[in-house]
């Protein structure tokens, strides 16, 4: 048997990169839309909302992926649910990205200048047009640079997957050094295939937040000027 | 939806293994502990190393953070972990991990003390060469404290991750917290309850490290004691 790494080692392990992006993709979708909603509930003016919402991101928060993503793959079938690997690692990521993401979006929410709630509520806005219209529009334009930030995080995450059987990056690895033993070098280009599809991304969010930031500066100087 | 409320969930077999599950803690605890020295020492030698002059400590440094924070923990402690058996060296999992988690949390820790130092005023390094201190006593008795009282929110989230981000670290068979679920959960066949148990430990685990942390920061940043806030 031959155990040099190959071209169809290769193959396999972009198409596990190629997992490892859909299932990114999935986990921030998802995430993001549980987040939003998180972020506004943390947001709230109604009390209840907010500390259910603060208590879901404290707890998700505190608790490692891992065992987030045991509870669901292992944990569900026993009370009826069964997930194949991918969904329960959609659904663990989801769960964590949410998190995470909606604490990120509520401190957006709340960077926009209280003067534009007051004058949205002067101009008599119902309350969805004043989020919709006013706030919304500006908090997406400060979430930004975070958020492209923290897709990193979500891309560096669903390595976790592998270890429920779903076949993206890291276990494809598994499975070629299952049949070829050539541990330190599988790893080392998985590891630089990660890198490839986080170092663009980290780069681009360092961009967003230094032009985010001269635009905030030339806002500021252009008002006091 | 009524096989739910047929099926009970029971803690019993669980918490009858409270030994396995103390063990477990108990490594947890020692792993985040050491390697959050560890992380910081290596973390603020990395920022100071890159907000050096000279030209090589600072691309090092560079390279170092950006190889690690752009790479799961998972893929880099499988490379650790296999890298230093290829090279000769036979190191039990434990230390691998602290290996690894220091590694991890190293780059991480040097972003955040890189953006406290740059947050020091000019005025500040100035007034140090003025007095004649050397670069190296200016980032111990001029910058180092202020700039951590700066981003000591953020040292203390990065802390708690890499509290659970040591869980990963079963994976290389350490018997830490997450180890040991697994291996109670094949023991009584109640998954959902031991990790829901686990979960619950972390989640204590991460409330203590913070409280720990604010009780730290109050011992040591005198003014935050005073004014009862941040700066």
Known sequence: ?225 | MARVLEMKLDFTAILARWQMLLDGMALTIQLAVITILTGFLIGTACAIARRSKFRLPATIAAVYVELIRNTPFLVQIFVVYFGLSSLGFKFTAVTVAIIALTINVGAYTAEIMRAGFDSIHRGQWEAAECLGLTRVQAYWHVALLPAMERIYPSLTSQFILLMLASSITSQISVEELTAAANFIQSETYRPLETYIVIAIIYLALSLALRLAFWLLGMLIFPRRRRLGTNL
């Open chain 1, 1 to 225: 048997m031959n155990n040099a790494i190959n071209a169809t080692h290769l193959t396999f392990l972009l198409t596990g990169a190629f997992w490892t992006l859909v299932l990114s993709l999935m986990a921030f979708v998802g995430g993001g839309v549980v987040g939003l909603v998180i972020a506004l509930g943390r947001t709230s003016p109604v009390r209840f909302l907010r500390i259910l919402s603060g208590g879901y991101v404290q707890i998700v928060q505190g608790t490692p992926l891992l065992v987030i993503l045991f509870v669901v793959y292992f944990g569900l079938p026993t009370v009826g649910y069964s997930l194949s690997p991918m969904l329960a690692a959609g659904l663990s990521l989801t769960i964590y990205v949410s998190a995470y993401l909606g604490e990120i979006w509520r401190g957006c929410l709340e960077a926009v200048p209280k003067a534009q709630w007051e004058a949205a509520e002067c101009l008599a806005l119902s309350k969805t047009q004043r989020m919709v219209k006013v706030i919304l529009p500006q908090a997406v334009r400060i979430a930004t640079p975070p958020t492209v930030g923290f897709s990193v995080q979500i891309i560096k995450n669903t390595s976790l997957a592998s270890v429920v059987g779903f076949v993206e990056l890291a276990r494809a690895g598994q499975l070629i050094n299952n049949s070829i033993f050539q541990p330190f070098s599988i790893y080392m280009i998985v590891a630089l295939l990660y890198f490839c599809m986080c170092f663009p991304i980290s780069v681009f969010s360092r961009r967003l937040e230094r032009t985010g930031a001269s635009r905030l500066k030339a806002a500021e100087t252009a008002v006091s000027a």
